[in-house]
T-cell receptor, first 116, second 114 residues
Framework: AAGVIQSPRHLIKEKRETATLKCYPIPRHDTVYWYQQGPGQDPQFLISFYEKMQSDKGSIPDRFSAQQFSDYHSELNMSSLELGDSALYFC???????????????FGPGTRLTVT | ELKVEQNPLFLSMQEGKNYTIYCNYSTTSDRLYWYRQDPGKSLESLFVLLSNGAVKQEGRLMASLDTKARLSTLHITAAVHDLSATYFCAVDMYSGGGADGLTFGKGTHLIIQP
């Protein structure tokens, strides 16, 4: 079965640079979530989108922005990168939206971002 | 602020033994999730518990939810080495939007020794 696709899988950037992470949800899934997991930490929710509109917002820094496109893929844009942004970034997808949510979130393989 | 607490955070056990991981959360929610994560890998969904009294079983793992006590348990029966991993419970913040982010516990690092 098709899974969530994330690209790139690994990314190395220097401080103050920008990065863009991409997420392609499972086909027919209309909801995307972004999470950040630091080394040895639990995943922290950043932001979610349903039908291209922001749905819920967590601990996303102001330096980060995200959007969902008409084909339901999503991009997380990160600017002025800091050493503390080094983490695994997961995208998850689900289907159903607010009226008939399926609740279960399926996670992608993650993008490992290293900021030097 | 929603808080999710797991215990124990570290657990080393022998194959063949039984054990239980506990997950307490601070807000009224009837949706509780269990995930497994191997080192450096993604999160694999194990169970989605959607109502008080829900019980689900898959192989040697069984999860239950008591929404009144705000408690979920993950029980491991006759552990085998392949179950070594980090187990997270998570609760949805439930803003009513249907695309609510999950709040995770700190995770239980489980090592099963032969």
């Amino acid at each position: 079965a098709a899974g969530v696709i994330q690209s790139p899988r690994h990314l190395i950037k220097e401080k103050r640079e920008t990065a863009t992470l991409k997420c392609y949800p499972i086909p027919r899934h209309d909801t995307v979530y972004w999470y950040q997991q630091g080394p040895g930490q639990d995943p922290q929710f950043l932001i979610s989108f349903y039908e291209k509109m922001q749905s819920d917002k967590g601990s996303i820094p102001d330096r980060f922005s995200a959007q969902q496109f008409s084909d339901y893929h999503s991009e997380l844009n990160m600017s002025s990168l800091e050493l503390g942004d080094s983490a695994l970034y997961f995208c998850a997808s689900s289907s159903g939206g607010p009226r008939f949510p399926s609740y279960e979130q399926y996670f992608g393989p993650g993008t490992r971002l290293t900021v030097t | 602020e929603l808080k999710v607490e797991q215990n124990p955070l570290f657990l080393s056990m022998q194959e063949g033994k039984n054990y239980t991981i506990y997950c307490n959360y601070s807000t009224t929610s009837d949706r509780l999730y269990w995930y497994r994560q191997d080192p450096g890998k993604s999160l694999e969904s194990l169970f989605v518990l959607l109502s008080n009294g829900a019980v689900k079983q898959e192989g040697r793992l069984m999860a239950s939810l008591d929404t009144k006590a705000r408690l979920s348990t993950l029980h491991i029966t006759a552990a085998v080495h392949d179950l070594s991993a980090t187990y997270f419970c998570a609760v949805d913040m439930y803003s009513g939007g249907g695309a609510d982010g999950l709040t995770f516990g700190k995770g239980t690092h489980l090592i099963i020794q032969p």
